[in-house]
């Protein structure tokens, strides 16, 4: 066990992947010399060297469309994309190639790629350092898409992403990429996907969030609790596959719901869990299901924070949820 | 220049064709006549199922039958070829069968990629043929990607990238290219320039003098050739692979060819194409002109001619046959390859 | 069919001469930018401002070309452009409320430092995805012909630009439809860590120009007057029909990409001192001495007044009130929809119950 950053779990993730697996890559832009800009990659390309550390001149698309290429001939290839708000360039590989590979050929032609890429705000990042945008990829048949929300996670994911034969969009929390630290277990273990991980036990109210929301969702669930409240909270980690067993006996057992992301509310994923939860717990709710989430605008540079969900927000809703009977 | 003008013809010697490989010209030719015999003969015979309502689509590839016969007899095994939209004929002359493939035009459950794509869209993973979408473009950088794992895993292949003149304006062309220049990969990208993409004439394309001049711009030699030149698209396609093989890099090749049908089975080029184009891509027909060398050469003669016309319509033939009377996929095949756990069809609550 | 001519343009004559009664002014342009930046790179670590992208090095590149075009002409820029924005007539204080987003910046707090848009100056909204800008340049240009309007669009980018999927659409399709655009590359030697050599082995950026049949033009970027003069030759090409030029200013990026970025990790510093020795602003200042344009003393003297005068203008900024708490919910759309009206009611709800703090 070692005392470890969000953004130092990746990273030695990546190490073990690295050292167990010579088919694993990694590929995009400063990750080789400069270590990443947020040094996810930090020494990688020093121990394992520029053919398996390779920085790509300023192409997204260049970056998908070859790791789609090296993984169509059986590596395994780990492709970074600096900051989520610039995966569009790299948008068709994602969409027509990479999720749909696979079931195009039949099962002939897997594709074996991890798409890393910081994501969200609250870092002074504007417009295009800050977007939360999950829903597209979680919205593409053949994409599987993670969030984690700690250190032991990012690791114990990652490496379950790596060694997943599918096309993998990991979100990495930017915000607490150094926020927080945790206990990661040293060398080579898996959390698995489709199993969400409930954070804090509660029987009023379940709060389901993923990423950069789980620390302020765990937040308003304490002072919650000290107005003698008792809120569950429910960490999805993973997107794709969704682990809807866990969150359908988290409400049937609570009775509310309270959705929280930072993405735009508009065909969001919390609309999704909304929808799944009106179709399968419907006779268990006992309050109308609540969204706090981020506004239908752009992403702003100087109101950042009125933009983002924010204890005070997810609570407000929580105790509106929890005083329905 | 006015639109349709089209690109000005590279000389064409049909005496001195053939000279260019020696005597191997004579070992290949008769064979390389056969498959495209047998291109041209799929080609006519979808296109009337198609109208016929038998199949739902069809994308031709009349014209490009050299450079595609090239492709299959130049690469070698180990080598990966990674399609645009007309090159299916070279997966056929690697190896993979006529009767696989017309499973796939038919869309049945027989077909290897199991009645996914369109028709024309094959996945032949048994010759290295690597799945293509209709998305203009997006395989190119895939080649650069397979050259890359051909070197990280020290294998002798060699990854081929074709694409159209259109796609030279796509993203994953520049991408492609100057990835592969960046890092010296064994990869060939071969530009199939038949002078139209859609309805937009190659000199409305690009301001370019030619596609080939492209590869200056990452540092990439360009040569373009009369890709109705079965002899020359081999040698060149040949010379470009060794290139690649021995360490030397990459290399973009564009072939002039001529399309002589229409973009696809959904398409009208009397809209577009200028009413002498039909005539001036007869005149280039690269099956006439290996045809006329042959005769010349007294390898062919009209007997023979008819022998290798009915054998290839009697395969065309039976491949319809066997995969029209092939059963559709099985429904619950819908949810199945979109991970490698096919996760079981959920049924709705109701449904 | 347009030939291809990838030149190096020399430091003699052309039709349109440089105007040497302007040189100080000139000059103090380019003092000014430097100014700015020296003092931004302070705030920025002071915590006043959140961010800053630096350019030193390219002020002599920016501010040549700034001044070969005409007010009219339109400007697309990245996010290194402060000197191209200083000689449209941008004031420091301007540049400053937007570093800050405060309720005077025009772009109303929305974006990252040096993201700015002058829309009266014709410069347009700078991004943060690299290369986008390029065909929005060509589309303004098309249309400029199209209305027959007497202007060009100038469009700047970096080294690193040239592989993005912008730059091949939009020299493609300047080309085809001869697009009144000049595509001016500021080719710094560094995308972030990724050098020059390594971006592309094209031997010059410039010569990527052949690939879509147009010119291509070097330049030395530390040259005012060669860089005036490329830019005042492909000006007129483009207004006498003839279409697009790319012109490669070669310079260096002597500080960060940005206030993020340590380029110890990645390159040396003698490469930066070697650099220095060819500083722009710092060769016009020895030129205008040696010529006796200016003295010691008039020099120093421009630049007290100008330290002066961004001293003033980041205390007129930081003294400039907030953005609006509410404003973030403006110019989503030029009408808001019902959805998002109700959550602009909800989240000022949310403000007045005291749920949360402005």
């Known amino acids: 066990m070692t005392e470890l950053t969000l953004v130092q779990a990746v990273n030695r993730g990546l190490r073990v992947a690295l050292s167990s697996d010579p088919d694993v890559l990694i590929l995009g832009e400063d990750v080789g010399v400069n270590g990443g800009v947020f040094r996810a990659t930090e020494g990688l390309q020093k121990e394992f060297g520029p053919e398996r550390v390779i920085d790509t001149p300023l192409s997204e698309t260049g970056i998908i469309g070859t790791a789609i290429g090296m993984a169509l001939y059986g590596l395994k290839p780990v492709a970074e994309i600096q900051f989520m708000d610039f995966i569009y360039p790299a948008f068709d590989q994602i969409v027509s190639e990479l999720a749909k590979m696979r079931y195009r050929s039949g099962g002939q032609y897997p594709c074996h790629v991890v798409v890393r890429a910081p994501y969200g705000g609250g870092i002074r990042g504007g417009l295009y350092h800050s977007q939360s945008t999950e829903a597209y990829f979680a919205h593409t048949a053949g994409l599987k898409v993670v969030i984690p929300s700690n250190p032991a996670d990012a690791k114990g994911l990652l490496l379950t992403a790596i060694h997943d034969e599918d096309p993998v969009i990991f979100l990495e929390p930017k915000r607490i990429y150094r926020s927080l630290t945790g206990e990661v277990a040293d060398g080579d273990y898996r959390v698995p996907f489709g199993k969400a991980n409930v954070v804090v036990e509660g029987t009023d109210v379940s709060l389901f969030a993923y990423g950069a929301m789980v620390p302020p969702t765990v937040e308003a669930a304490q002072a919650l609790l000290s107005e003698g409240i008792s809120a569950e909270v429910v960490d999805l980690r993973t997107l794709v596959p969704l682990d809807e067993k866990a969150i359908l006996a988290s409400v049937e057992k609570t009775g509310r719901a309270v959705v929280v992301h930072e993405a735009a509310r508009f065909c969001g994923f919390g609309g999704e869990l909304s929808a799944i939860l009106a179709e399968k717990a419907f006779y268990s709710l006992k309050a109308p299901i609540a969204r706090v989430t981020g506004y239908d605008t752009p992403f702003p540079y100087a109101l950042e924070n009125s933009y983002l969900p924010n204890p005070a927000r997810i609570a407000h809703a929580a105790r509106a949820a929890a005083r329905t009977q | 220049m006015s639109a349709g003008a089209g690109v000005v013809p590279l000389p064409y010697d049909a005496a001195m064709a053939g000279s260019l490989l020696g005597p191997e010209a004579r070992a290949i030719a008769l064979s390389a006549y056969r498959w495209m015999t047998l291109g041209r003969a799929l080609d006519a015979r979808m296109q009337g199922l198609q109208r016929q309502g038998r199949v739902g689509f069809y994308g031709a590839a009349t014209g490009h039958e050299a450079v595609n016969v090239a492709l299959g007899l130049a690469t070698s095994p180990a080598d990966w070829i990674v399609p645009g939209l007309r090159e299916q004929l070279a997966a056929l002359v690697r190896g993979h069968p006529l009767a696989a493939y017309a499973q796939h035009l038919f869309a049945t459950d027989l077909d290897p990629a199991r009645g996914r794509q369109m028709p024309c869209h094959p996945s032949a993973r048994d010759v290295h043929y690597v799945s293509m979408s209709s998305v203009i473009g997006t395989q190119i950088t895939h080649a650069v990607g397979i050259a890359a794992g051909l070197r990280a895993r020290a294998d002798p292949g060699v990854a081929l990238g074709f694409f159209g003149d259109g796609a030279t304006s796509a993203n994953d062309f520049h991408a492609g290219l100057n990835f592969a220049a960046v890092y010296h990969l064994p990869v060939v990208f071969g530009c199939a320039n038949n002078q139209w993409a859609i309805s937009v004439p190659v000199e409305r394309q690009t301001r370019s003098a030619t596609l080939a001049a492209k590869g200056a711009a990452y540092g990439i030699p360009g040569e373009r050739i009369d890709g109705t030149d079965f002899f020359r698209s081999y040698a060149t396609l040949r010379d470009a692979i060794a290139r690649a093989r021995s360490g030397n890099g990459p290399t973009l090749i564009e072939f002039q060819v001529y399309r002589m049908t229409p973009h696809s089975s959904s398409d009208d080029p009397t809209r577009y194409q200028p009413r002498d184009w039909g005539a001036r891509a007869a005149s280039h027909d690269p099956v006439l002109r290996l045809e006329d060398w042959l005769r010349k050469n007294g390898q062919l003669d009209p007997e023979l001619e008819g022998q290798i016309r009915i054998e290839a319509e009697r395969q065309v033939r039976e491949a319809v046959a066997e995969a029209e009377s092939a059963p559709p996929p099985r429904p619950e095949s819908l949810t199945e390859d979109v991970f490698v756990d096919s996760r079981p069809f959920v049924p709705e609550r109701g449904e | ?358």
């Open chain 3, 1 to 358: 069919m347009a030939k291809a001519a990838t030149s190096k343009t020399g430091s003699q004559g052309s039709a349109d001469s440089f105007p040497e009664d302007r040189i100080v002014e000139i000059y103090r342009t380019e003092v000014l930018a430097r100014v700015m930046d020296e003092r931004c790179l302070t705030l920025q670590r002071q915590g006043r401002i959140g961010f800053y992208v630096p350019l030193a090095g390219q002020e002599a590149a920016q501010i040549g070309s700034g001044y070969a075009l005409d007010p009219s002409d339109w400007i697309f820029p990245a996010y290194r452009e402060l000197g191209l924005a200083l000689v449209r007539g941008i004031r420091a204080k301007s540049l400053i409320d937007q570093f800050i987003g405060n309720s005077a910046d025009l772009t109303k707090g929305r974006q990252m430092p040096n993201h700015y848009a002058f829309r009266e100056q014709r410069f347009v909204s700078a991004s943060s995805p690299i290369g986008t800008q390029i065909t929005q340049a060509v589309g303004a240009a098309m249309a400029a012909k199209k209305r027959q309007d007497p202007i060009v669009t100038i469009t700047f980018f970096g080294d690193g630009a040239t592989s993005s999927n912008d730059f091949h659409a939009g020299l493609n399709f300047a080309g085809v439809f001869a697009a009144p655009t000049i595509f001016f590359c500021q080719n710094n030697g560094w995308a972030i860590s990724l050098p020059r050599e390594k971006q592309t082995l094209s031997p010059t950026l410039a010569g990527k120009a052949d690939a879509y049949g147009l010119p291509g033009v070097v330049v030395d970027g530390n040259d005012v007057r060669a860089v005036y003069r490329a830019v005042r030759e492909a000006r007129a090409r483009a207004i006498a029909g003839d279409g697009p030029t790319l012109i490669e200013a070669q310079v260096y990026r002597f500080g960060p990409h940005s206030t993020s970025d340590d380029p110890s990790r990645y390159r040396p510093e003698e490469a930066v001192r070697k650099a220095r020795e060819h500083d722009p602003v710092l060769l016009l200042q020895s030129e205008l001495i040696r010529n006796r344009i200016l003295t010691k003393d008039s020099d120093s003297k421009i630049w007290e007044e100008l330290k002066a005068e961004v001293a003033r203008a980041i205390e007129a900024a930081e003294n400039t009130p907030a953005v609006e708490p509410l404003s973030f919910f403006d110019d989503v759309f030029a009408q808001p929809t019902p959805t998002l009206e109700e959550q602009r009611a909800s989240f000022d709800q949310l403000l007045r119950e005291g749920v949360l703090r402005p």
